[in-house]
């Protein structure tokens, strides 16, 4: 029986000796590894932070005391420790355990923060409320180094420093990465405090010095603190957090839980805002990780925990873009590249081997990467921005006021549209067709296959006078889709004599289309289904031609409320066309993780529900419409 069978809550921690919290962070990392590798998920960042939260652990009480994680994808190791370890095998699978810190799942957990540089903000929230309310609790904030080079992060710490009565405790987990390695000024300003050899060694020899005298307790740490402020200002930058006006502790190494643990105690006896600057290394203690150049192993699908070794991958829309743009950025010049701390996992690190000048990485940063990409359009570039679709929700003003207002010719490439699985709802990328219908002049495609997206690429970069966007699943790429005829930018792919049903097969959802057409014409209703390719604007040709039918249907993998379906019934208003139509789409609510798969077929966006559902609706109306007569019911609208 190893320590770690021991440990089913934060208290249990308290009985162990240094040693032992050696041996057990050891069992942590093998536990971690074992789990992960049958599960998928976030394994370099939690295989970083296994001394620093057992550390937190020890020296807090939570849940009295609260710990915000930034992001909350390491917080694997705080689950461990506080009685969730059995469920580890349903990491991230349909009700299991969460990825991300959970309400649901344990007191311990008060943030289910899965988007960077927000933690800052909840624990100076949650610490001025505590103040006010005469309750001691401390706050501790778990901030990665990458999560400090978004813009949110300051605005809290500029609050936080006007607060100096505050029991706030920030720890700055600096590992020198976020997906990859950290970039700009922020970055080097770390790297400098702890990457001085001349003040490692100097350190190190007052740390041996002091060890000699009689000073032990709060009297040991003030004076080391201050010869650590002073060398500071010797032999490294002025720390900026100090300039701030809050206290700082460290550089300190965070794989040294007695070393964290003195730190954390300092820290916690100011009672005022601390921040403790821990170094630690992504991957730790798993040379395939650690060795991992590209990311290691942030997150992953299953692999051999022996070896290492990740299966490979079907090609993805990544794969594609990834080449596509740079057949593009051979033809052009003035295309660049732009993303927010996500170059491989959006495929611009293509882009960048072959035109390093011209790709800029500016961060965990989407609004100023907005704005900068505006920059750039306004003094003749074409910026290629890159991001997950989810992440284009926090840049919203941006690309209203920003790109749209100034007509800037930008193109938005939005990887993980739709629902993308196992990350659970700040993932799913299912709001970006609702919020971009409302930005005036924007164009909008969501491409069916690799070839699509290719075509729709080259057409969306050709736009120099508006801001274009194309979202795309996360996962392999589908088998292209061969249109059958194609007429004023709408492809048919499947064509019946009977006019029945027009289906409109947004992107993605055009193979559970083709599947629920084949279903129904079994069934003997006449179904066409079409690919508009834009989506915004509304072709006024699909307008038109949904006046032809008995009935319309409109399928996308975003919210039924504002996105395509939605907007699609308000033209057929406005033109007139009383056609009946159905809008499917993904319900307004935050859905649990599961498998792409399986959320589809929860929510009825699988070719057999939408079959059932139509023919359904379809009987449920006036028989007339079978056979396309003329007359027809108010539109169904979600």
Not at 491 to 514: F, H, I, N, P, Q
Request: glycine content about 10%.
């Amino acid at each position: 029986m190893g320590l770690l069978d021991s440990v089913h809550e934060p208290r249990d921690l308290r009985e162990l000796d240094d040693q032992q919290c050696v041996e057990l962070a050891a069992e942590v990392r093998a536990f971690l590894i074992d789990r992960v590798s049958r599960t998928g998920g976030h394994l370099g960042p939690n295989l970083g932070v296994v001394e620093l939260t057992i550390a937190i652990h020890r020296v807090f009480e939570s849940p009295r005391d609260r710990v915000v994680f930034d992001t909350g994808h390491q917080a694997y190791v705080h689950k461990i420790l506080t009685g969730r370890a059995g469920r580890f095998e349903t990491l991230r699978q349909e009700d299991g355990l969460s990825g991300y810190p959970s309400r649901a799942e344990s007191d311990h957990d008060i943030v289910e923060n899965s988007h960077a540089s927000t933690a800052l903000s909840y624990a100076d929230g949650l610490a001025k409320a505590y103040r006010l309310k005469g309750d001691g609790r401390h706050v501790v904030a778990v901030v990665g180094d990458g999560a400090l080079t978004g813009g949110m992060s300051w605005e809290a710490l500029n609050n936080i420093a006007a607060a100096p009565d505050s029991r706030l405790v920030i720890v700055v987990n600096d590992n020198g990465r976020s997906y990859t390695e950290t970039v700009g000024g922020l970055a080097d300003h770390l790297a400098s405090l702890r990457t001085n050899p001349r003040y490692e060694q100097t350190l190190e020899l007052i740390r041996t010095r002091l060890a000699r005298t009689k000073l032990v307790g709060p009297p040991l740490y003030d004076t080391l603190h201050a010869i650590k402020k002073g060398l500071k200002d010797v032999l490294a930058p002025q720390g900026m957090f100090e300039d701030l006006g809050i206290k700082y502790v460290g550089p300190i190494d965070g794989h040294d839980t007695s070393a964290v643990e003195q730190a954390l105690t300092l820290a916690k006896n100011f009672g005022a805002p601390v921040i403790v600057h821990a170094i630690t290394k992504k991957g730790m203690g798993y040379p395939p990780a650690e060795q991992h150049d590209e990311d290691n192993f942030h997150s992953l699908g299953s692999f051999d925990a022996g070896t290492g070794a990740v299966p490979t991958a079907e090609p993805s829309y990544v794969d594609v873009f990834r080449a596509e743009l740079v057949a593009l950025g051979v033809e052009r010049e003035d295309i660049v590249a732009v993303t927010a701390a996500m170059l491989y996992p959006t495929g611009l690190d293509g882009f960048q081997r072959v035109f390093p000048d011209r790709t800029f990485d500016v961060g965990i940063a989407e609004q100023h990467a907005v704005t900068s990409a505006a920059g750039m359009a306004l003094a003749g570039l074409h910026p290629v921005v890159a991001i997950y679709a989810t992440f284009l929700n926090r840049a919203f003003d941006q690309v209203l006021l920003d790109a749209a207002l100034h007509r800037c010719g930008i193109t938005f490439v939005l990887d993980r549209a739709g629902v993308t699985g196992e990350d659970g709802p700040s993932h799913h990328g299912m709001w970006d067709m609702s919020i971009l219908q409302l930005v005036p002049g924007l164009r909008l495609a969501a491409p069916r296959d690799a070839t699509r997206f290719r075509e729709l690429l080259r057409e969306a970069v050709a736009v120099g006078d508006a801001p274009t966007v194309l979202r795309v699943p996360k996962g392999a790429v589908p088998p292209e889709l061969m249109a059958v005829s194609s007429a004023d930018g709408v492809d048919t792919l499947v064509a019946a004599d009977a006019k029945d049903v027009l289906v409109v097969a947004v992107g993605a959802m055009a193979g559970a289309c083709l599947e629920a057409a084949e279903r129904l014409e079994a069934q003997g209703i006449g179904v066409t289904v079409v690919d508009p390719r834009w989506v915004k604007p509304v072709n006024p040709a699909l307008v038109s031609l949904a006046g032809e039918y008995g009935a319309v249907v409109t399928v996308e993998d975003n919210g039924r409320v504002g996105g395509c379906g939605s907007v699609f019934v308000q033209a057929l208003a406005d033109a007139g066309c009383d056609t009946p139509v159905k809008v499917f789409g993904l319900p307004q609510e935050f859905l649990a993780p599961a498998k792409r798969n399986a959320v589809h077929e929860r929510v009825g966006l699988t070719g057999p529900s939408l079959a059932r559902d139509i023919t359904a609706w379809v009987a449920a109306m006036d028989s007339s419409v079978v056979g396309n007569t003329e007359s027809a019911t108010p539109a169904d609208t979600p």
